[in-house]
């Protein structure tokens, strides 16, 4: 009871100084999740690659689990036509995900500029509860350190099932391996970045 009247008292503080509370706080609003999904290539034609393919059916299946979870899709023109972003924002609308939960961003050439173009468009929005890093298994890891070194909540959302079946194993290991020098070489970028911030 306490802590709800000075809840109230807060808001009503922030009412006279012409300042809106912030999401959850003595609003009854919950503050915002976010699902970032991650890109990967583009198949001739505009179709999903495998990786894409098997992000998509994740970043769905998880939409799903979290109903009130918003969702920003990204990744940039490859080497085929559309962008990413714009391939699985259709894959996510075609398994049931409504467009309106959906956010693109179809300008991020890699994965640091992915987290970089994401904390901008959070920026704008009320500060969210937790963001959700949504990629394969061997990119999660990366994906969730950027976001952090961001400044955003971040954490792992689960990965596709049985992707390496779908990949190649051969291929499942090199995408390992490339991890190992990106994923220090981005945070030390991504520390470079937030320097400017400051």
Not at 106 to 116: F, H, I, K, M, V
Request: hydrophobic share 50%.
């Amino acid at each position: 009871m306490a802590g709800q009247m000075d809840d109230k008292a807060a808001a009503g503080r922030m009412a006279q100084d012409g300042a809106a509370p912030a999401a959850g706080v003595g609003t009854g609003v919950a503050a915002p999740e976010w699902i970032i999904v991650f890109g990967a290539g583009v198949l001739a034609g505009g179709a999903p690659s495998p990786a894409l393919a098997a992000r998509i059916g994740a970043a769905a299946a998880f939409a799903r689990a979290r109903p009130a979870a918003r969702l920003i899709v990204t990744g940039g023109l490859g080497r085929h036509p559309p962008a990413e972003a714009v391939v699985m924002q259709r894959g996510l609308i075609a398994a049931g995900i409504a467009a309106a939960r959906i956010r693109t961003e179809p300008t991020a050439r890699d994965t640091l500029e992915s987290a970089l173009r994401v904390r901008e468009m959070l920026a704008a929005q009320a500060p969210p509860a937790c963001v959700y890093a949504l990629s394969s298994a061997y990119h999660v890891p990366r994906c969730r350190l950027l976001l952090r070194l961001a400044g955003l909540p971040a954490r792992a959302a689960p990965a596709p099932a049985n992707e390496a079946a779908r990949v190649g194993r051969w291929r499942w290991l090199y995408m390992h391996l490339r991890e190992l020098p990106a994923l220090p070489y981005d945070a030390l970028l991504m520390l470079w970045h937030r320097r400017r911030w400051r």
